[in-house]
Every structure is written in structure tokens, then in C-alpha cells.
């Protein structure tokens, strides 16, 4: 959240007039008004890729670039709204969530990247008009929403975003805590009057109160009557209810101080009755559909793009030393479920047991070109077969040894919460420069603080970060 809501949204007056809006037209409008921009960044992607090739607009292929805009549009709406990035409040730029928007869009981009190639649809369509789409529309994307937040602000500021009306019926503690501005963001509500009840369940007073807020509400057109009362106080929220009933406005109950804490959670439907999200995944089933799908085609391709290195580094540490070319290792992978990972051996050992000794500058252990293939991260390339068969991802937290994990698991309280996600062939606390061995128990603290951090801020542009600064640091010789 941005300072800019609570001093915009407090300005909002009660009378809003004859050109207002609804916020519930917002987001029909919003939806609208991306989906013209994806249909329209396809087509231009398409003809500006055919006029930089062919030297013309299009080569019959416009009815194609059409379609796929469509198709595009249809799946980034289903996208979009499943992120929450319809409301009102993200909008109007008082959530920002760019990352979301950016991530969900690459998503869109990979799903029908997979649906145009992989079921060999849309022959006429070539992989950089493709490309010129995802840039177009992303680009439109964010352009998009920064032209629409600058005149749903100056709407809020102007009171010309209408919302219900509603007159606020509490006790002293939780009426101060129930602002103007929060009303508003929070739940599309603009305030008229204020009624305060008695500071004792006192029920003549109670009663006074309330036939001061049904004639206030009728007064000011009221749409509703909110209560704003701790919600252990049952009965008299019951009797308040009852003495409302001689008023036809709907009446509803704010979440309290204690109720507000849980009902910010995530709520799940898992039968009749929905249930509270005390802990969720770090990822959503929609994510993990993503990255998944992204580690497929980037690993695939990847070994593709290095079989040949793959090829003469296999035979060269065949030459080299005796022993076998992959070294293998038990590892702990997402939720704790055991994979074996693949490296290019660079050490005369093979250790897998109950003592591990992590490898170190100038380790007498490291073959002849042990050393090379460590610094440039070579002997990481066969991680991409583990990434291709599910057990790690391109990105996420680096797995350590069966018996690393056993010991820093007893020291490091949150040690295991690295688990959450799948592990990766680099991470954020690899390009953080926090690689190596961890001599010091402060040095692995320090790992794990970044792979939490990963995990609670994870998000597809995250990951091409990452991704591009591993790729910066083996070019300088850093490895990963």
C-alpha cells in the first residue's frame, strides 16, 4: 500500500452527483480495456515482425495473429483476475502489484507458446512474432494500467467514484479504529454519518442510539447501516440487530480488532464451510503450473543449446582421472522428498554418507580440471536433467547433503522451511554472492535467511532476475 490512499480516499465527499461511477463497473472496464490491448499488441507484434523479415505487413497470416490475440486475451483475464489484480484498490495504483502483472503475463506468453508449437497449431506463426507479442503486450500491460491510474485518482480525489452509502453504528474502541479512508479501500464504503452507542450494554441507550442512525440513515439516502462492535459481545450485537429491523437498509457487521487479523487470511473453500488459510504454499497451484512449465521448456533447451560442452566435458574427465563421469548424491527435495542429484565429478571422492566435508579453496580432492569445471559452475549442467524430470526447478533454494541438512536442521529453527519450494541449480543467496562452504554457523544462517526471503517474495520476474545475474556471474568467472 501506497500513503497515497488513505490521503486520497479521506478526501472523498458524501454527495457525489450525476457523473459517477461504481466500483463494480471497474472491473468489467478494466477487463475490456486489456483485452483490446492484447488483442491489438498480437496483431502489431505480428505485423511489425513480418515487415522487419518479409518487408510487408503480413503474409496471410492475419486472421492467425488475431486468433491468437484473442486466445491470449481470454487466458490473461483468468489470470489476472485469479491474482486479484481486477480490484478496485490495485487499479487505481493503491496496491501496486507489477510483479504480479509482469508474472502472469509470462505465463500467458509460455501457454500459448506450448499451445502454438508444441500441438503444431498456427503453422503460419513464427516463434520471433512470438516474441515480438510477449514484449508488445507486456509492455501495453503496464502502460495500460499507468494510464488508468492517474484518472481513477483524480476520480477519488473529486468524489466522483461512487460508492454505497452507509451510516456507521459502534462502540468508542472500535469506531476510532474504523476510518473514512479504510471504509472505502477496504470495503467500497463511503461513510455519512457516525453513531456512537453508550459505553455500557445499557439498552434503553442502545435503543436511542439506533433510532438516531435509522433517521440519519433516511435522511442522508443511506444504502446501509454498518456496525462496528467487538464481536464477543454476541447479545448485544444481537439486540442492536433486532432494533435495527425497523429500518429496510441492509446491515452488516466489520470484522474486530481480533476478527480482523484472521480474516485478512486466506479463505478456502474445502467443503460447505470455508476454512481459514493459517499457513499456505508458497505458491499456488496456478504458479507451480508455471514455473513448472518454464523449467520444462528452459531446461530442454538448455540441453539442447549445451550438449556439446555436455559431450566433451564427459570426455574429458574420462581422460582425466579414474572414475565415474557423473557424480551422484542423495539430496532432500521439496517437502522433504529424497531425489538423487547429478554433477559432473570433479573429486576423486564420491561422499555420500553420514560425514560430508564441503569442498574448499585448493581442496586436495579436486581433479585436474575438478577446479575449472567448479568455478565456471560446468558441473552443475547435468542438474538440468533433474530439472526436466521434476526433482529441482531452473531456480529456488540450493539442496545440501543428506548430512548438512541433518546438522543445520538442529541448529537453525526455520532450516527446514527451505523445503517449501523445489530446490534449484541457483537461487537468490547464489547471486547474493553466499556460495561455498559454510565454515561458520552464521554463514549458513545467513544462506537460509535468503531462501526464505525467496520463498516469501517469489515471483516469475524474481526468477529472470536471478536467472540473468547467474548467467552475469560465470561469465565473470564467479560460478553459481
Not at 16 to 43: C, K, N, R, T
Not at 161 to 171: C, E, F, I, P, S
Not at 189 to 213: F, I, N, P, T
Not at 230 to 237: A, D, G, S, Y
Request: net charge positive.
Amino acid at each position: 500500500m501506497t500513503d497515497l490512499s488513505d490521503a486520497r480516499l479521506a478526501k472523498v465527499p458524501v454527495n457525489f452527483g450525476a457523473f459517477s461511477f461504481a466500483f463494480a463497473s471497474l472491473e468489467a472496464f478494466a477487463v475490456a480495456f486489456e483485452m483490446i490491448i492484447v488483442v491489438l499488441s498480437s496483431i502489431v507484434g505480428g505485423a511489425a515482425y513480418h515487415l522487419f523479415y518479409y518487408h510487408t505487413v503480413y503474409s496471410n497470416s492475419f486472421e492467425g495473429f488475431l486468433g491468437i490475440g484473442v486466445l491470449a486475451a481470454i487466458l490473461h483475464m483468468f489470470v489476472a483476475k485469479s491474482q486479484g489484480l481486477y480490484n478496485a484498490q490495485v487499479l487505481a495504483g493503491l496496491d501496486r502489484r507489477w510483479s504480479s502483472l509482469l508474472g502472469g503475463w509470462l505465463l500467458v506468453v509460455l501457454l500459448m507458446t506450448l499451445i502454438i508449437f508444441l500441438l503444431k497449431v498456427g503453422s503460419g506463426v513464427s516463434r520471433g512474432s512470438v516474441m515480438s507479442f510477449g514484449l508488445i503486450g507486456g509492455l501495453g500491460l503496464v502502460t495500460g494500467r499507468m494510464l488508468l491510474q492517474a484518472p481513477l485518482q483524480r476520480a477519488i480525489d473529486r468524489g466522483m467514484l461512487a460508492t454505497r452509502r452507509a451510516v456507521v453504528v459502534g462502540m468508542a474502541d472500535e469506531l476510532s479504529r474504523v476510518r473514512q479512508a479504510s471504509l472505502l479501500r477496504d470495503f467500497g464504503l463511503s461513510e455519512v454519518r457516525r453513531v456512537q452507542l453508550s459505553g455500557s450494554s445499557d439498552d434503553a441507550g442502545d435503543r436511542a442510539a439506533v433510532a438516531s442512525a435509522i433517521r440519519a440513515a433516511r435522511e442522508s439516502g443511506a444504502d446501509e447501516i454498518i456496525l462496528a462492535m467487538p464481536w464477543q459481545q454476541e447479545p448485544r450485537i444481537q439486540f442492536v440487530c433486532d432494533q435495527l429491523r425497523a429500518s429496510p437498509l441492509p446491515v452488516r457487521l466489520l470484522p474486530d480488532r481480533t476478527a480482523e487479523r484472521f480474516l485478512a487470511l486466506r479463505m478456502v473453500a474445502t467443503g460447505p464451510i470455508p476454512t481459514l488459510e493459517m499457513q499456505r504454499s508458497p505458491l499456488t497451484s496456478l504458479e507451480r503450473a508455471g514455473k513448472r512449465l518454464f523449467d520444462i521448456v528452459a531446461s530442454s533447451g538448455l540441453l539442447v543449446l549445451f550438449a556439446p560442452l555436455l559431450i566433451g566435458t564427459a570426455i574429458a574427465i574420462k581422460l582425466d582421472s579414474r572414475g565415474p563421469v557423473l557424480f551422484r548424491q542423495r539430496r532432500n527435495g521439496f517437502d522433504g522428498k529424497q531425489f538423487t542429484i547429478l554433477k559432473f565429478r570433479s573429486m576423486h571422492v564420491l561422499e555420500d554418507g553420514d560425514v560430508i566435508t564441503q569442498a574448499r579453496q585448493n581442496d586436495p580432492r579436486l581433479t585436474g580440471i575438478g577446479t575449472t569445471l567448479r568455478r565456471r559452475s560446468i558441473d552443475e549442467l547435468p542438474q538440468l536433467v533433474n530439472v526436466l524430470r521434476g526433482d529441482m526447478s531452473l531456480v529456488g533454494p540450493r539442496p545440501h547433503a543428506l548430512a548438512h541438512d541433518d546438522k543445520y536442521s538442529k541448529l537453525i529453527a526455520s532450516y527446514a522451511q527451505r523445503q517449501h519450494v523445489k530446490p534449484g541449480i541457483t537461487g537468490l543467496a547464489q547471486v547474493q554472492g553466499l556460495r561455498g562452504a559454510t565454515p561458520a554457523i552464521e554463514d549458513m544462517q545467513l544462506r537460509v535467511a535468503h531462501d526464505l526471503i525467496y520463498i516469501k517474495s517469489w515471483s516469475f520476474v524474481l526468477d529472470l532476475r536471478i536467472l540473468l545475474r547467474t548467467v552475469g556471474a560465470v561469465l565473470r568467472h564467479k560460478g553459481i
